[in-house]
């Protein structure tokens, strides 16, 4: 099935443990972008990417780093997790905003730092 | 802050009545984006709606937008059990840019 493909969908690290979101989508879409939703905060951008080779901060970049692989891959890295990091988070892509095709969001990666 | 709020935060309806849902922002907007999210579950593209746009449906969803307001209302009509999920609004800034803001949502339980 087309969309966004993220790994792992679960994961429990120990606080200062490092780890890596991985996300693939296959809908040719040029821009991607990384959530993180927490309970009654909605989603918060983390970091995007609006086309192959460009990464830029979004509202809550601090403790995070990204790679755009290529066109289709976009991970997000956690270098030394922190309890405060527990979230769930979301990859998404897009063609580009206002094109009418709004955002893919894949199913979600559930992280909890201990 | 978050740019959209959505309003009410829980809204709990018997199955084939009507479900209003609004969100107001605060700067000014390229256009404006509903989703639904299932529990344990990615965001799901609703409808988009254009800055220059005053109504727009699709099936069952009626979306409207006031600009001058900064607001805009997402209805659902004759809702079944299955329209049961959290709806977010997102605002895509019209400066450009790719930092489109979602708001916290609003919980919606449709009871059969």
Same mark, same amino acid.
């Given at each position: 099935n087309a969309g966004v493909t993220q790994t792992p969908k679960f994961q429990v690290l120990k606080t200062g443990q490092s780890m890596t979101l991985q996300c693939a989508q296959d809908m040719n879409h040029n821009s991607m972008y990384w959530y993180r939703q927490d309970p %009654?905060?909605?989603?918060?951008l983390? +970091? +995007?990417?609006?086309?192959? %080779?460009t990464t830029d901060k979004g509202e809550v970049p !601090?403790? +995070? !780093?990204?790679s755009r692989l290529n066109k289709r891959e976009f991970s997000l890295r956690l270098e030394s997790a922190a309890p405060s990091q527990t979230s769930v988070y979301f990859c998404a892509s897009s063609e580009q905003p206002g094109t009418g095709g709004g955002y893919t969001f894949g199913s979600g990666t559930r992280l909890t730092v201990v | 802050s978050q740019q959209g709020e959505e309003d009410p935060q829980a809204l709990s309806i018997q199955e084939g009545e009507n479900a209003t849902m609004n969100c107001s922002y605060k700067t000014s907007i390229n256009n404006l984006?509903?989703?639904r999210q299932n529990s344990g579950r990615g965001l799901v593209? $609703?409808? $988009?709606?254009?800055?220059n746009e005053r109504e727009k449906h699709s099936g069952r969803l009626r979306v409207t937008l006031d600009t001058s307001k900064k607001s805009s209302s997402l209805l659902i009509t004759a809702s079944r059990a299955a329209d049961t999920a959290s709806y977010?609004?997102?605002?895509?800034?019209?400066?450009g840019g790719f930092k489109t803001i979602f708001g916290a949502g609003t919980r919606l339980f449709v009871k059969a």
């Amino acid at each position: 099935n087309a969309g966004v493909t993220q790994t792992p969908k679960f994961q429990v690290l120990k606080t200062g443990q490092s780890m890596t979101l991985q996300c693939a989508q296959d809908m040719n879409h040029n821009s991607m972008y990384w959530y993180r939703q927490d309970p %009654g905060m909605g989603l918060r951008l983390i +970091y +995007y990417s609006a086309s192959e %080779g460009t990464t830029d901060k979004g509202e809550v970049p !601090n403790g +995070y !780093n990204v790679s755009r692989l290529n066109k289709r891959e976009f991970s997000l890295r956690l270098e030394s997790a922190a309890p405060s990091q527990t979230s769930v988070y979301f990859c998404a892509s897009s063609e580009q905003p206002g094109t009418g095709g709004g955002y893919t969001f894949g199913s979600g990666t559930r992280l909890t730092v201990v | 802050s978050q740019q959209g709020e959505e309003d009410p935060q829980a809204l709990s309806i018997q199955e084939g009545e009507n479900a209003t849902m609004n969100c107001s922002y605060k700067t000014s907007i390229n256009n404006l984006q509903w989703y639904r999210q299932n529990s344990g579950r990615g965001l799901v593209h $609703l409808i $988009l709606i254009r800055s220059n746009e005053r109504e727009k449906h699709s099936g069952r969803l009626r979306v409207t937008l006031d600009t001058s307001k900064k607001s805009s209302s997402l209805l659902i009509t004759a809702s079944r059990a299955a329209d049961t999920a959290s709806y977010f609004c997102a605002t895509s800034p019209d400066t450009g840019g790719f930092k489109t803001i979602f708001g916290a949502g609003t919980r919606l339980f449709v009871k059969a």
